[in-house]
C-alpha cells in the first residue's frame, strides 16, 4: 500500500506543479502556527477555513450539477441559528450541537429542493433566494426565542485554545475539500457522481434520456451541498461565540458566489483560492487600516471579481494553472507547462 503511494505521489503529483502547489500550501497552513500564534491571525484563518467549505459545496451544488443557489446562506443560517438555540435553552456542547445543525441543514436542503426540483434556470435562482428571506423573517417574528437583530450569544468555542480551535478547523476543512473533490471528479473509477453532476449541468434531457435519474442526483446535489455548508455554518458559530442575523443575508450568499467566480468556478481549488486571497487578505488590511477596507469588503470584493471577469473570466485559480500545466489533447494528462511532449502517451502538446 505504501509503495503504491509513493508511487501514485511520484508520478501523479510531482509531474504536475498545480498539484505540487496545492500540497506546498496545505503543509504552510498546519505550519502557520509555529511561526505566528497570535489570536487575530488565527482567528483570520479560522474563519477562512470554515468559508472555504462554505464556498466549496456552492461550488458543488451549483458548479458541477448546475442548480444554481442564490440562497446558499440558508444552510449556512440555519445550522449555525440551530446551534445558537440548542445551546442556549438546553445547554449542549460543541459535540452535540456541531453534529445537530448539520444534520438540520442537510433537512433543510432536502426540503427546499423538492420545489426546486419543478424549476430551472433563472427561475430556480430566484426561488432559492427567497428561502434565506423567509427563515430571516421567522427569526424576526419570534425575537423573544431567537434574539431578532441581536442575535445569540454565548455560544461556546471549540477547542481549548485558539491553536486548537485553527487545527480542528483546518483538518475538518481539508477532509471535506477532498471528499467534495472526489465526489466532483468525473474521471473517478469508483464514484460517478461527478460525471453524472457534469451530464445534468450540460444538458439534463439526453441525461435522463440515457436512463439516469436525474430528480435523485439533484436531490443528492442538495444534500450534500446542504451537510458541507451546515458543517461550516455550525462550527463558524462556535468560533464567532455569537449567532447574528448577518448569517441569513444577501451578502452572505453572495460571498460564496464571490469567492467561487474570483478563483475559478467548476473547480474546487478555485473557491479555496478565492477565499484565502480575498478572505484574507482583505481581513488582514482592514484590521491594519482600520477604515475604508475594514468597511467596505464587499464593495472592494465585488470590484475585484469583476475585474477578474474582464481579464480572467475562468478565475484566477484557473488563470494560473493554464499558464503552468498543459493537458494532452490524446490522453487528456496533466503535463508542465515546458514539456514539448506528454509524459505518459508522448503525444505532441501544442
Excluded at 288 to 309: H, Y
Aim: charged share 10%; glycine share 10%.
Amino acid at each position: 500500500m505504501l509503495r503504491r503511494l509513493l508511487k501514485d505521489f511520484r508520478f501523479g503529483v510531482l509531474p504536475v506543479p498545480g498539484r505540487i502547489i496545492a500540497i506546498v500550501f496545505f503543509v504552510a497552513l498546519f505550519v502557520i502556527p509555529l511561526i505566528d500564534d497570535s489570536k487575530y491571525s488565527l482567528f483570520v484563518l479560522t474563519t477562512s477555513s470554515l468559508l472555504v467549505i462554505f464556498a466549496v459545496s456552492w461550488d458543488l451544488l451549483s458548479g458541477y450539477s448546475g442548480q444554481v443557489n442564490f440562497g446558499h446562506a440558508l444552510f449556512f443560517g440555519v445550522s449555525a441559528y440551530t446551534v445558537g438555540l440548542l445551546h442556549k435553552y438546553f445547554d449542549l456542547q460543541p459535540w452535540a450541537t456541531i453534529p445537530l445543525g448539520t444534520l438540520v441543514a442537510v433537512g433543510i436542503g432536502v426540503v427546499t429542493c423538492i420545489p426546486a426540483l419543478r424549476l430551472r434556470g433563472p427561475y430556480l435562482s430566484l426561488l432559492t433566494m427567497s428561502f434565506p428571506l423567509v427563515l430571516l423573517g421567522l427569526v424576526m417574528a419570534f425575537k423573544d426565542w431567537t434574539g431578532g437583530e441581536f442575535g445569540i450569544p454565548g455560544i461556546p468555542p471549540i477547542g481549548g485554545t485558539h491553536v486548537g480551535q485553527y487545527y480542528i478547523c483546518l483538518i475538518v476543512m481539508t477532509v471535506s475539500v477532498l471528499i467534495m473533490w472526489k465526489l466532483t471528479d468525473a474521471g473517478s473509477k469508483y464514484i460517478r457522481t461527478g460525471l453524472i453532476f457534469h451530464a445534468i449541468r450540460e444538458d439534463e434531457i439526453a441525461t435522463r434520456a440515457s436512463g439516469i435519474n436525474t430528480i435523485n442526483y439533484k436531490i443528492l446535489a442538495f444534500v450534500i451541498g446542504g451537510f458541507f455548508c451546515g458543517l461550516a455554518g455550525a462550527l463558524y458559530a462556535h468560533v464567532l461565540g455569537t449567532v447574528s442575523i448577518s448569517y441569513l443575508s444577501m451578502t452572505m450568499s453572495f460571498r460564496a458566489i464571490i469567492y467561487v467566480v474570483f478563483g475559478g468556478i467548476v473547480s474546487i481549488y478555485g473557491p479555496v483560492v478565492g477565499v484565502y486571497t480575498l478572505q484574507t487578505l482583505l481581513q488582514f488590511a482592514g484590521q491594519a487600516g482600520q477604515n475604508f477596507l475594514g468597511q467596505n469588503q464587499i464593495l472592494i470584493m465585488s470590484v475585484i471579481v469583476i475585474l477578474v471577469l474582464i481579464f480572467m473570466p475562468e478565475g484566477v485559480a484557473v488563470w494560473i494553472r493554464d499558464k503552468i500545466e498543459r493537458e494532452c489533447p490524446r490522453c487528456k494528462l496533466a503535463n508542465g507547462a515546458w514539456r514539448k511532449e506528454c509524459r505518459a502517451c508522448s503525444a505532441p502538446l501544442h
